[in-house]
C-alpha cells in the first residue's frame, strides 16, 4: 500500500523508521532481486519519513542524500539526530533540502541557526516548531489491538511516528489502523 500523493497536506501523520540501513530488512523485507541503489526509493515508496541517528546521516555523502531526496516524494521528511561538536556548514545538511523535517537536539547540543530543531520532551518524543511532535515507538510483539489502543492516544500534535524494532513491513498495518482511526 502507498502513501498518498497529496504533497501538501502538512498535517498527516508522517510514518517511518528510525535507522538505516538495517542489514535484517534486507532478508527480510526487501525483494531479493531488489539492487541496493534502490532500496531507499522502495523504502520511500510505503514510508513518509526516516529518522537517521547521527551515526547514520555522517556516514552517508551529500551525493547519496540528494539522490534519496530526488526518489522521494515531495512530502516525505527526514529526521537527523544532531551530534555534539557536528560542523554546522556539513555539506550533507543542504543535500537533504525540503526533505529535512528537522534535527533532533538535547539543549546543551546546539545546531546551526536556521534549522528546524527539534527538543526532547520525553524518552522517546521530540516537540519542533508550531508545537509538532515527533514519536518513536518500540511493537515488537505488540498486536493490532495494542497498536490500536497506543494510536487512539497518539498526541493529535503527533507529525511523525518512527518504529524501531521492527521491519518497514509494519508500516502497512499501522497506516490501515491510523487511517481507520482519522489520524492518518
Known amino acids: 500500500?502507498?502513501?498518498?500523493?497529496?504533497?501538501?497536506?502538512?498535517?498527516?501523520?508522517?510514518?517511518?523508521?528510525?535507522?538505516?540501513?538495517?542489514?535484517?530488512?534486507?532478508?527480510?523485507w526487501?525483494?531479493?532481486?531488489?539492487?541496493?541503489?534502490?532500496r531507499f526509493a522502495y523504502y520511500a515508496n510505503e514510508a513518509g519519513c526516516l529518522l537517521l541517528p547521527a551515526?547514520?546521516?555522517?556516514?552517508?555523502?551529500?551525493?547519496?542524500i540528494a539522490d534519496w531526496c530526488e526518489d522521494a516524494?515531495?512530502?516525505?521528511?527526514?529526521?537527523?539526530?544532531w551530534p555534539a561538536g557536528a560542523d554546522p556548514a556539513d555539506a550533507r545538511l543542504a543535500a537533504f533540502g525540503d526533505h529535512l523535517g528537522g534535527v533532533l537536539a538535547e539543549s546543551d547540543n546546539e545546531p546551526p541557526a536556521g534549522l528546524p530543531v527539534w527538543?526532547?520532551?520525553g524518552e522517546d518524543a521530540w516537540r519542533g516548531p508550531?508545537?509538532?511532535?515527533?514519536?518513536?515507538?518500540?511493537?515488537?510483539?505488540?498486536?493490532l489491538r495494542s497498536?490500536?489502543?497506543?494510536?487512539?492516544?497518539?498526541?493529535?500534535?503527533a507529525r511523525a511516528l518512527v518504529l524501531e524494532d521492527v521491519t518497514p513491513a509494519r508500516l502497512g498495518e499501522l497506516r490501515t489502523?491510523?487511517?481507520?482511526l482519522g489520524i492518518a
Open 147 to 157: 497498536l490500536r489502543r497506543r494510536l487512539q492516544v497518539l498526541p493529535a500534535q
Open 130 to 143: 508550531g508545537g509538532r511532535q515527533l514519536v518513536r515507538w518500540r511493537i515488537a510483539g505488540e498486536d
Open 177 to 180: 489502523l491510523a487511517e481507520l
Open 1 to 28: 500500500m502507498n502513501m498518498e500523493t497529496d504533497d501538501t497536506d502538512d498535517a498527516r501523520l508522517l510514518l517511518g523508521m528510525a535507522g538505516w540501513p538495517h542489514p535484517e530488512w534486507v532478508d527480510a
Open 119 to 121: 527538543r526532547p520532551t
Open 73 to 81: 516524494p515531495a512530502f516525505f521528511r527526514f529526521w537527523l539526530e
Open 55 to 64: 551515526a547514520d546521516w555522517l556516514a552517508l555523502d551529500a551525493e547519496t
Open 30 to 38: 526487501f525483494p531479493e532481486d531488489l539492487p541496493e541503489d534502490w
